[in-house]
């Protein structure tokens, strides 16, 4: 607007300046609340959103310096006293147990050379071992080099029909130039230590001073899926016959194009399956339409259809959008700090079960009180109008699915977050950022099954070395495989 439209509107009247003033005013008001909205999401990070951890933006020197003094004070408020470095009062040590005399390969006995009173040199007689001795134990590697055997085929020729005859190789032997050892040791790198095939390849002459090309190593991990097959089904309905599991997705990159991948996580096991979409449809296909526990998972939409009687949502979710309202303005501000006190009492009581009084009344008892505030905050918020119109919609959708925010208060062995899925998810989103996911299907396959039996023998605090090692042996031989989970 320049000077001679402004005097038009002056001389137009006081009636017209007046609601030239008003229209005005309330686009400045509508510009200020989204230039808010933007800053708001510009601000948001792995607290506040589902954006990962790597995603936040670096932090100034002095905003790291901020946060290590608040968290200093907050420490020295909880203990009274400065937090001195090293292990605290009352923490569990974690010392080396020496190992009983019969696992020791060598003895070493050492004598002092002279008296450390008098300086007088002790003579060979002197030595002889005592029944009070000091212990100190090193662990060593010994020379590390692959067996190597060589299977020669012979010919007979028959004295009856004089034909020749030559001897075949056992299907165990024949099947690979490699040992199932060897195979399980070039697995366990790649899906337990997430080493490339390239990296496989120069390990294995550097420490077993063998010749692998990265093809050969590929090809190890091909036969190993087919050898997984078996195992990762059994896995999938040992998982699914549970009477809890937690569920979640991420994506992943097969040459390129979006997949989703899966998990259903239990205390003793972690499937994984990548999948072409993350969709509704999908979820059913991997638990099934008809599963009869309890499904604790976040609360995205593809999992609305569960009853939320047999279902347990995600507090730590809940507690990272209330913080999300928090920072906005208003009502959603006063919205969002409300409820997210409301969560820390929940957590509180949750710890307090867990690790003080382990008492199922008592917890229920301590959590009363707080749904009932819950329900009183979420029905303030839920009807729709001006002042709720940015956080109404959560509001609704908590109100929605009440009976699955406390199943954990009424059921044994549930919990209030989905951590076990989080962390399944963990060691493959690190697999899929380092090898740029999987190149074709038969990759895919490789990825889940593998993943799978090192995340679920990670869980049981199992070796995957030993458990490929059998696998491999028992699948080159035709015997039944071993199960990862009973």
Request: aromatic letters at 6%; proline letters at 5%.
């Amino acid at each position: 607007m320049d000077r001679a439209e402004a005097e038009a509107i002056y001389d137009a009247g006081r009636d017209v300046c007046v609601e030239f003033i008003l229209e005005l005013s309330a686009r400045v008001q509508r510009l200020e609340e989204r230039l808010a909205r933007l800053e708001a999401q510009a601000r948001q990070d792995s607290l506040t959103s589902s954006r990962p951890p790597s995603s936040d933006p670096p932090k100034t020197r002095a905003q790291r310096r901020a946060e290590a003094r608040a968290r200093a004070r907050e420490l020295m408020r909880r203990e009274g006293e400065q937090r001195k470095a090293g292990g605290q009062a009352g923490h569990q040590g974690t010392g080396r147990e020496l190992h009983p005399e019969d696992q020791i390969d060598e003895i070493v006995d050492h004598y002092p050379d002279a008296c450390g009173g008098c300086g007088r040199r002790f003579d060979d007689r002197q030595r002889r071992p005592d029944r009070r001795f000091g212990r100190h134990q090193v662990a060593e590697l010994p020379p590390i080099s692959v067996i190597w055997t060589e299977h020669r085929t012979h010919q007979l020729r028959c004295r009856q029909c004089r034909a020749r005859t030559s001897a075949q190789l056992p299907p165990q032997i024949g099947a690979s130039a490699f040992g199932p050892r060897l195979q399980a040791a070039v697995v366990t790198l790649t899906a337990g230590y997430r080493i490339s095939r390239r990296g496989i390849s120069e390990l294995v002459r550097d420490l077993f001073g063998a010749r692998l090309s990265t093809g050969a190593s590929d090809a190890i991990c091909q036969r190993a899926s087919d050898a997984l097959a078996g195992p990762h089904l059994h896995l999938q309905d040992w998982v699914l016959d549970q009477a809890a599991v937690h569920v979640d997705e991420t994506g992943w990159r097969t040459r390129g194009e979006g997949r989703a991948l899966w998990t259903a996580a239990t205390p003793g096991g972690v499937f994984l399956q990548i999948a072409e979409h993350c969709s509704r449809e999908q979820f059913n296909a991997l638990i099934g339409t008809s599963y009869p526990g309890i499904v604790i998972s976040d609360r995205w939409n593809g999992y609305s259809h569960l009853d939320p009687h047999r279902r347990q949502a995600c507090w730590s979710h809940i507690k990272r959008d209330f913080r999300r309202h928090a920072d906005g303005l208003g009502e959603q501000k006063i919205f969002g700090e409300a409820g997210s006190e409301l969560t820390r009492w929940v957590f509180a009581a949750w710890r307090a079960y867990q690790h003080e009084h382990h008492d199922r009344e008592r917890l229920k008892a301590d959590v009363a009180p707080i749904q009932t505030e819950l329900r009183a905050l979420l029905e303030e918020a839920s009807p729709k109008n001006r002042r709720t119109r940015w956080h109404r919609q959560f509001a609704n959708n908590l109100l929605k699915i009440w009976p699955a925010l406390w199943t954990f208060v009424t059921v044994d062995g549930i919990e209030p977050t989905n951590n076990p899925a989080e962390r399944a998810l963990r060691t493959p989103v690190i697999h899929r950022k380092l090898s740029l996911g999987s190149q074709s299907h038969n990759g895919e396959r490789f990825a889940e099954r593998a993943l799978s039996a090192a995340g679920t023998c990670r869980q049981q605090r199992r070796s995957l070395f030993a458990y490929l090692s059998d696998l491999i042996t028992a699948h080159n031989r035709g015997d039944p495989f071993p199960a990862l989970a009973a």
